[in-house]
């Protein structure tokens, strides 16, 4: 099976929200970095820091994070 | 700048104080012996002591006190708006502290068994010495038992199947 790795729409539903990393950090309780590190697919989210930043897009979580 | 980016900010901060304190520290600390040794090839590990180590000692000291200090300020600061200190350690920190300890127990046993072989190559007319049960022993024991029992703590299987 080939390596899947989670990839993600962040950027644009954050442009989309006009939200920047600071706020959307601030809104999901994680410092700017991880918001970066994540958005950069540099870090994977746990289940919880996904759902909660799919919340604040208020969009479904395959919306935001997808597999590829 | 909200309150999560200040107290990032400030850790950062108090981090690379600790870190330059503690650099400077160990090379005022080994330069009266690495020194003099790259110009005769020889470390002198039991040469008496150098003016320069009292320096270290200031350096190590001001470094713990403003440690210290600093980190009393971050602490208060980040008492006084729990949300935001729950953000600073988020996941990927508390992630980055472990790898971080990781290397440190790898560096903490690679440096012991070095500098056992050290011992041994250095006095190596005392090679029985290597079976001594002295300090590098404990130390390794203990990195071992720490580890292997530690391991085995988190990944035991409890309740119902």
Same mark, same amino acid.
């Given at each position: 099976?080939?390596?899947?790795?989670? %990839?993600?729409?962040?950027?644009?539903?954050?442009?989309?929200?006009?939200?920047?990393?600071?706020?959307?950090?601030?809104?999901?309780?994680?410092? %700017?970095?991880?918001?970066?590190?994540?958005?950069?697919?540099?870090?994977?989210?746990?289940?919880?820091?996904?759902?909660?930043?799919? +919340?604040?897009?208020?969009?479904?979580?395959?919306?935001?994070?997808?597999?590829? | 700048?909200?309150?999560?980016?200040?107290?990032? +900010?400030?850790?950062?901060?108090?981090?690379?104080?600790?870190?330059?304190?503690?650099?400077?520290?160990?090379?005022?600390?080994?330069?009266?012996?690495?020194?003099? #040794?790259?110009?005769?090839?020889?470390?002198?590990?039991? %040469?008496?002591?150098?003016?320069?180590?009292? #320096?270290?000692?200031?350096?190590?000291?001001?470094?713990?006190?403003?440690?210290?200090?600093?980190?009393?300020?971050?602490?208060?600061?980040?008492?006084?708006?729990?949300?935001?200190?729950?953000?600073?350690?988020?996941?990927?920190?508390?992630?980055?502290?472990?790898?971080a300890y990781r290397i440190a127990f790898l560096t903490v046993t690679g440096l012991a068994v070095v500098l056992k072989l050290f011992d041994?190559?250095?006095?190596?007319?005392?090679? %029985?010495?290597?079976?001594?049960?002295d300090r590098t022993w404990l130390i390794l024991a203990g990195a071992v038992l720490s580890l292997v029992g530690s391991f085995?703590?988190?990944? +035991?299987?409890? #309740?119902?199947?």
């Amino acid at each position: 099976m080939s390596e899947e790795t989670l %990839r993600n729409n962040m950027k644009v539903l954050r442009a989309k929200a006009d939200l920047t990393q600071e706020q959307l950090a601030e809104r999901v309780l994680v410092t %700017r970095a991880t918001i970066n590190f994540v958005e950069r697919g540099k870090w994977v989210p746990s289940a919880v820091l996904a759902m909660r930043i799919a +919340r604040v897009f208020r969009v479904p979580f395959e919306e935001v994070f997808y597999l590829e | 700048m909200n309150t999560i980016e200040k107290l990032t +900010r400030m850790r950062r901060r108090i981090l690379w104080i600790v870190l330059a304190g503690t650099a400077a520290a160990t090379v005022l600390l080994l330069s009266p012996i690495v020194l003099p #040794g790259l110009r005769t090839r020889w470390l002198d590990l039991d %040469r008496s002591p150098d003016p320069i180590w009292y #320096g270290a000692f200031v350096v190590w000291a001001l470094t713990v006190a403003v440690f210290a200090v600093t980190f009393l300020l971050y602490k208060r600061k980040a008492r006084k708006d729990p949300g935001s200190k729950a953000a600073v350690d988020d996941e990927r920190i508390r992630t980055d502290w472990l790898r971080a300890y990781r290397i440190a127990f790898l560096t903490v046993t690679g440096l012991a068994v070095v500098l056992k072989l050290f011992d041994v190559v250095y006095a190596f007319r005392l090679i %029985r010495a290597f079976l001594l049960p002295d300090r590098t022993w404990l130390i390794l024991a203990g990195a071992v038992l720490s580890l292997v029992g530690s391991f085995l703590y988190f990944s +035991r299987e409890t #309740g119902d199947e």
